[in-house]
């Protein structure tokens, strides 16, 4: 679906989705403790791998470091997948889309083209969030939160790095068309 | 299991917000990282202010876990470049990754699988990755309460720094909103806009092109056009950043891209600004002299220094490794090559000295350069009009649809890219004619204006060529079109413009060459000093820090306002006397003009007829024949019937109303005056009527190129009037003066060649071109540049855009159409011709302003360079203190500020300007006291 004016998709405010978002982190530092959501994926294979490989995931430090599937993390992703879901069948219209239209308008419709592309970059974000020890939520966000200097750190750079990738990828394009 | 449940419903919470800010929407984030749209970093922002500040309320009532984060310089900085650059590819993180594969996004469940693939490989490796990483760089725990002191301090520093965040980003990004909401026109339904200037643009049709050259016109009226032969595409587009087709049918577009330039240097200055004040808080010499670095130096420091700058490197410093990878691609190094190796150098041998090498950085110095080149850059930007747009101009010209007439004879609207050859298109009055075609049927005046540049509407009948883009005047008419698409006249011209404006040397600007050899004075001067060091047997690690210090001191703070500031004072003061400045470099390059050439008509004449003479052939007075010939053509809207009612009018006669006036179709007119049956005719008429007559003064006008009209009473010829195109009174001064500064003046002009030749005479022109069809124009301007000259080309016409484009400098006069002005490089606000003489007055003074600016900025450097270097090291251990190197840079900055403001005086000196009321004035008096001393000198001859 096409949408050629931002403001008839129905997004929140972000003053008050701000709030909204604090409150529910606030929550979860009284009831439990720094969020993180890449520590769920490591428990979503922590849990895969004591199933297929139990030596092999006994034998690295990092699974013997997170919790399995039956946690607070992997709850808490878990839930987030059911969030996603309820939000997503509760407005119709908020589009979503496969392929999103600024990245057809560089690369083309080919969806395997996409795929691929969100694999390896998933893949990035994964190792890289997994050797800083978390990503936007877990480092940034929580860290912050903390008052971390890492987490500040870590968040002035992920944004400065995703703004000069997002130039390089689709500057040109974002310059001469219409990116709504 | 409460665990597992407050995690559940923590989840879905979390889940369920970030869907609806659209934080899971890739296409929405990509957005945010172009900064296009806001909303996201700053909800981030602001959710992290208000978590810090719940956070600290439940600590302060005994509630809340937290975790210690410990930082790893290199480890979580390198992690967070790979995240970013995952982020930025898919605009997906590891939160938003699960709630997007809820909500059904495949390419989510595709990040997520390639996420869990990542997470199994760092966990195969985690043994040895983490040593590896994590040990020498880790800086500790380190939270602002240790900075602070403070919890409480630190958790409102943090909700303070991060609310102006929000608000900061939102002010950024906002600008950045606007200059694309302006791309995109006001107008909501834009839409039919871009497609019909795509339609246009695109309109493919007959390859058919002809060649032929006609005249139109009555009483010896002249208007002659070419259609230019040949075809090729049309262009949309002339510059690689510019946009694409679909902007065609916009306003503006050129100024839309300019501002859009404009406002990213605004936004990189204001933030690279920002990001400086902590590496400027944490840079040693600085902390020195103002003796605080008890208080601000903590372990780990120059990590935070190298963050920031880093991000001021890349982000503030991107134009200028941009513009040095174009410049040296091109093979022509300038300003952007010198900025680029002066802030890579520094950075690149800062960053090691942090990580290892013995040595000392030079980020402040790196990130204060960069802020001062933007700021310099932005301000020149701002106050030059930018790019041409001209192609763009001329497509708008053309309307969109036509009302083509079906077999049955009704009227259809159909886009113009749908006419083919041969169908006939209904034009009302005041209408744009669509297309080039032939009338079929109907006669009317044509205002051709906007094509010529000719201000008379040109009477057309059937049979007659019109010009796509020329207006209708009073009466409907049905075209057949002959040529649609690429072949037409002003796809012709927009084809010619750009190859103009391909071919056109790029001339270096004074600052480019300025920085060209300060550029082989760096490189040349950091290797001798490394080389020097090298030999006398220093060790390496000396050597470079002597190499890089004289690097990047070679690339003064001041040169990156040296330019900009005069350039700034100069254009507003430009402005100011009606010279508006579109092209820097073109500007500059006026001072040393060496010809110009004048479009005659409209710029050194007036474009209107006036009466030259009164011949006699019968008894009658001259003011007899005027009184007649004024009588008759009273009733008449003729130009040449306005020019002989003025002069009567001026002499004062009193013509009396003419009965029974009547038009003789494209040869005169007829009346009864006084009882006497009046005509006043062409040459035609007596021939056609075998009225012969024989007179020396009439073959001199006309071989003259002068119109002659002949006055008959019953019948009888009494006399003539001759007519030309009036010169204007300044044109005869700006030749003079231009003259006597050494610039040949020539003149270009589609009629005849005794027409010319009588006005080159009249002005005293070195030179002229007559009988230059449209598109030989640029032709023109190409052999005079052949002749070696700079040249000048003052035109006004959309004819006149090939050849403002090829000349050196391309000067429209504002009273011009459209495309003439979006061609040039200078626009005159008043149609002055003395205007260009303040042109070459202003050029001058502003480069002699420059020179002497680049002098203060790069001249302390003849001293700079050999300390810094070191020369004084082997006698008294003397090398230039950092702290004196920064003092002598800031006075140079400030002494060029001062010298550019100081420009406003030569205002006061330059003759050519002043307002148009100054100018007449002083002209009639001129021309008032020329006269008396012509009497004066008569009187002493008798």
Known sequence: MEYKDKATIPYWKWIPASFALAGIIVFIFATYGPPASSSGFVSTLKGFLEWVAPEYAASKAHYKAIPGPGSWLFAFVLGMAIGGFIAGRTSSRIPVRDVPPIWRKRFGKSRVKRYAATFFGGFLILFASRLAGGCTLGLFISGSTQLAISGLYFGVVIFAAAMLTARLIFGKIAEKEEIQ | ?942
């Open chain 2, 1 to 942: 299991m409460t665990q597992i449940w407050l995690g559940l419903f923590s989840g879905i919470a979390f889940g369920f917000v970030i869907q609806r800010i659209g934080a899971t929407d890739a296409h929405r984030m990509a957005r945010s990282h172009l900064m296009l749209d806001a909303d996201i970093p700053r909800f981030m922002v602001l959710a992290v202010a208000l978590s810090a500040v719940g956070l600290f309320g439940l600590q302060a009532v005994g509630v809340g876990r937290t975790m210690p984060l410990p930082t790893s310089i290199v480890a979580t900085g390198l992690a967070a470049v790979i995240f970013g650059i995952g982020w930025g590819l898919t605009g997906y993180c590891p939160g938003t990754t699960w709630a997007a594969v809820g909500e059904g996004r495949m390419d989510a469940v595709f990040a997520l699988i390639g996420g869990l693939a990542g997470a199994a490989l760092f966990a195969h490796f985690h043994e040895t990755l983490i040593p590896i990483l994590y040990d020498p760089t880790n800086v500790g725990q380190i939270t602002l309460t240790d900075l602070f002191g403070n919890y409480a301090v630190a958790a409102a520093v943090l909700a303070v720094g991060f609310g102006v965040c929000a608000w900061g980003i939102g002010k950024l990004w906002a600008s950045n909103e606007r200059v694309v909401a302006f791309e995109r026109g006001p107008d909501p339904g834009g839409a039919s806009g871009n497609s019909s200037g795509k339609k246009t643009a695109k309109a493919g049709g007959s390859s058919k092109s002809s060649k032929k050259s006609k005249k139109s016109g009555s009483k010896g009226q002249k208007a002659s056009r070419e259609d230019p032969s040949g075809h090729g595409d049309q262009g949309g587009d002339q510059g690689d950043d510019h946009g694409g087709g679909h902007e065609d049918g916009h306003d503006g577009d050129h100024q839309d891209h300019h501002a859009h330039m404009v406002a990213d240097f605004r936004r990189r200055f204001w933030v690279s600004l920002v990001l400086t004040v902590p590496i400027l808080v944490l840079a040693p010499l600085i902390q020195k002299t103002l003796g605080i670095q008890k208080m601000m130096a903590f372990p780990g420091d120059s990590y935070v220094q190298f963050a920031f700058a880093t991000a001021v490197f890349f982000y503030g410093g991107w134009p200028f490794l941009k513009g040095l990878f174009d410049e040296l691609k091109k093979g022509e190094p300038g300003m952007m090559t010198l900025i680029g190796v002066a802030v890579i150098t520094a950075y690149v041998y800062s960053s090691a000295v942090v990580f290892g090498l013995p040595g000392k950085v030079f980020f402040w110095e790196l990130a204060t350069l960069i802020v001062i080149m933007l700021l310099g850059h932005w301000i020149e930007m701002r106050s030059v009009m930018g790019a041409s747009g001209a192609l763009k101009e001329l497509v708008k010209l053309l309307p969109s649809e036509a009302h083509r007439l079906t077999e049955s004879g009704d009227a259809e609207d159909v886009p113009v890219s749908e006419l083919t050859e041969g169908d006939k298109v209904l034009v009302k009055p005041g209408e744009k004619i669509p297309v080039d075609g032939e009338i079929a049927e109907g006669h009317t005046s044509v205002d051709e204006s906007m094509v010529t540049g000719e201000s008379t509407p040109v009477e057309k009948s059937e049979g007659e060529e019109v010009i796509g883009g020329s207006v209708n005047g009073e009466s409907t008419i049905t075209v057949t079109v002959q040529k649609t698409g690429d072949d037409t006249y002003l796809s012709q011209v927009v084809k010619m413009v750009e190859e103009a404006q391909a071919s056109k040397s790029k001339a270096q600007n004074l600052a480019d060459r300025a920085a060209f050899w300060l550029t082989i004075i760096a490189i040349s001067a950091g290797a001798i000093t490394l080389a020097a060091w090298l030999f006398v047997g220093r060790e390496f690690v000396f050597s470079l820090e002597r190499m890089v210090t004289v690097m990047v001191i070679t690339c003064p703070h001041a040169l990156g306002l040296a330019v900009p500031l005069v350039v700034a004072v100069s254009t507003s003061l430009a402005a100011g006397q009606g010279l508006l400045i579109r092209n820097r470099t073109a500007f500059e390059q006026a001072r040393s003009l060496e010809a110009i050439v004048f479009d005659k008509t409209g710029t050194l004449t007036e474009g209107r007829f006036g009466v030259d003479s009164v011949i006699r052939l019968g008894d009658e007075t001259e003011d007899e024949i005027l009184k007649l010939a004024a009588s008759l053509e009273s009733h008449s809207e003729h130009p040449i019937a306005r020019g002989i009612v003025e002069k009567a009018n001026e002499k004062e006669i009193d013509y009396p109303d003419p009965k029974d006036f009547q038009a003789i179709s494209g040869k005169g007119a007829q009346a009864s005056v006084d009882g006497k049956s009046v005509k006043a005719v062409s040459p035609g008429y007596l021939k056609e009527n075998d009225i012969s007559v024989e007179d020396d003064d009439i073959r001199k006008a006309r071989d003259e190129g002068k119109t002659v009209v002949y006055v008959l009473v019953d019948e009888n010829p009494i006399g003539a009037v001759a007519l030309s195109d009036v010169v204007r009174k300044e044109s005869r001064d700006a030749v003079s003066r231009l003259k006597k500064m050494g610039v040949q003046v020539m003149m270009l002009t589609g009629d005849a060649e005794a027409v010319a030749k009588s006005v080159a005479d009249e002005l005293g022109l070195d030179d002229y071109f007559a009988e230059v069809l449209p598109d030989e124009k640029a032709d023109a301007i190409k052999e005079v540049k052949g002749r070696g000259l700079i040249v000048a080309m003052v035109g006004d016409g959309i004819n006149d855009a090939p050849a403002l484009a090829e000349a050196d400098i391309g000067v429209a006069i504002g009273a011009g159409t459209d495309v003439a002005i979006e061609t040039a490089d200078i626009v005159l606000v008043r149609s002055d011709p003395r205007d260009v003489l303040a042109i070459v007055e202003l050029s001058r003074a502003t480069y002699r302003k420059m020179v002497q600016n680049l002098w203060w900025a790069a001249g302390y450097n003849i001293v700079a360079i050999p300390l810094a270097a070191g020369v004084l090291y082997p006698v008294w251990h003397y090398l230039l203190p950092p702290a004196v190197g920064a003092v002598v840079m800031s006075l140079s900055t400030v002494i060029v500020a001062v010298n550019a403001k100081l420009l406003g005086r030569v205002e006061d000196d330059l003759s050519g300007g002043g307002s148009s009321e100054d100018n007449d004035a002083n002209s009639e008096e001129a021309t008032a006291s020329s006269d008396k001393e012509q009497e004066n000198q008569a009187k002493e001859a008798a």
